[in-house]
């Protein structure tokens, strides 16, 4: 079995050593997708012992995942694929358990979720936003998840090549959950550790971010 992670990653030149360091001890290739970074981010990846690609245009963390996601099953014959972010939120020591229900043949598809049992020091504004982001895929995907917008994901082959995600930037997440339903794939979640520290929280999503997803999300559902 081979196993794959893929960094979407957008001027981390300060962590994507790390973060892809991490990664790269629970699996076999890391692939970093340098979005039109303004700053060493594919250089540093490189040095790290990375497969680095890189986009022309800065398209966003959708686009990056699909463009790496497809990378690893045509062109390093990846058998699963581990979705890591690039800001060292995640723990390389969760993929284990992460990719256990792949290689069991258990389900199709591994879901983190940050609201599993594993303790986060996330920020209330964020809990906020992730309960509406739960309340919302319930309703219009119909899926049952305790945590809807975590990056942190485990694709087998076979989901990787149903799941085509065309809502480039942070919208996908919703796309990926609908596409789960749709293709009737199999998934389990799994707790996973999200760090939030002074840094993360500077440099990540903000509160108004969530309602960006939410009209990305509605327009390509319902009026595109
Ligand atoms: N390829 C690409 N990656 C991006 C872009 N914006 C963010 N990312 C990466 O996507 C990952 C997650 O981005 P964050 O902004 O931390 O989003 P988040 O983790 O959902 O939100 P926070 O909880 O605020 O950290 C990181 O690895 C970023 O480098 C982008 O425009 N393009
Ligand atoms: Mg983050």
Not at 45 to 67: K, P, S, W
Not at 115 to 138: D, I, K, Q, V, Y
Not at 161 to 187: G, P, V, Y
Not at 191 to 204: H, R
Request: hydrophobic residues 45%; glycine residues 6%.
């Amino acid at each position: 079995m081979k196993i794959v992670a893929v960094i979407p990653a957008y001027n981390e030149e300060q962590r994507i050593r790390n973060s892809a360091e991490d990664a790269g001890r629970f699996v076999d290739t890391v692939v970093v997708v340098d979005d039109c970074s303004k700053d060493k981010t594919g250089e540093v990846a490189l040095t790290a012992g990375a497969h680095v690609l890189r986009h022309e245009i800065n398209r966003g963390q959708g686009a990056a995942l699909q463009t790496g996601t497809d990378y690893a099953v045509q062109n390093l014959e990846a058998d699963i694929i581990v979705h890591f972010d690039a800001d060292g939120q995640m723990q390389g020591a969760d993929i284990p358990k992460m990719i256990e229900p792949i290689l069991n043949s258990e389900v199709d598809i591994v879901l983190g979720s940050r609201f599993l049992g594993a303790e986060s020091n996330m920020p209330l504004s964020r809990r906020l936003t992730l309960w509406l982001a739960l309340l919302f895929t319930r309703l219009v995907s119909g899926i049952k998840i305790s945590d809807t917008h975590n990056g942190f994901r485990a694709l087998s082959k076979y989901s990787a090549q149903n799941i085509k995600i065309s809502l480039d930037r942070m919208a996908h997440a919703s796309e990926i959950l609908d596409l789960i339903k749709l293709k009737n794939l199999k998934f389990v979640e799994r707790p996973v550790m999200i760090k939030y520290t002074a840094d993360t929280l500077a440099k990540g999503q903000s509160f108004m971010s969530g309602f960006i997803v939410l009209k990305d999300f509605i327009k390509s559902k319902f009026i595109d």
